[in-house]
């Protein structure tokens, strides 16, 4: 069984920054994609960003790209997401995910493992 847990969520002001974690446990965490995604109250499930499993290739939402960096550390089984220039509409849950693959995609349905998520709340 795959465990992930999220944490780092807190509230900033729109400019400001944020380091969100994720910690999985269980075997193999090496050799599958993990992403990030987002949920507003009200509103889909939003795909954030991805890294593959040797942290080669990532993949990163429109909305996000060249704000946000998705990073992993096989060694210590963390995903990370650098969060910068914040904006309000960055204000979701955050969850952290497992692909069911060596890739990570767009689509919820390619995610076999979900943490419970952590707030992040970004104020004008």
């Known amino acids: 069984q795959v465990q992930l847990e999220e944490s780092g969520g807190g509230l900033v002001q729109a400019g400001g920054s944020l380091r969100l974690s994720c910690a999985a446990s269980?075997?193999?965490?090496?050799?599958?994609?993990m992403a990030w995604f987002r949920q507003a109250p009200g509103t889909e499930r939003e795909f954030v960003a991805s890294?593959?499993?040797?942290?080669?290739?990532?993949y990163y939402a429109d909305s996000v790209k060249g704000r946000f960096t998705i990073s992993r550390d096989n060694a210590k089984n963390t995903l990370y997401l650098q969060m910068n220039s914040l904006k309000p509409e960055d204000t979701a849950v955050y969850l952290c995910a497992r692909s069911k693959s060596i890739w990570g995609t767009a689509v919820v349905s390619e995610y076999d493992y979900w943490g419970q998520g952590t707030q992040v709340t970004v104020s004008s």
């Open positions: 890294v593959s499993r040797s942290a080669t290739v990532t």
């Open positions: 269980g075997r193999f965490f090496s050799g599958y994609g």
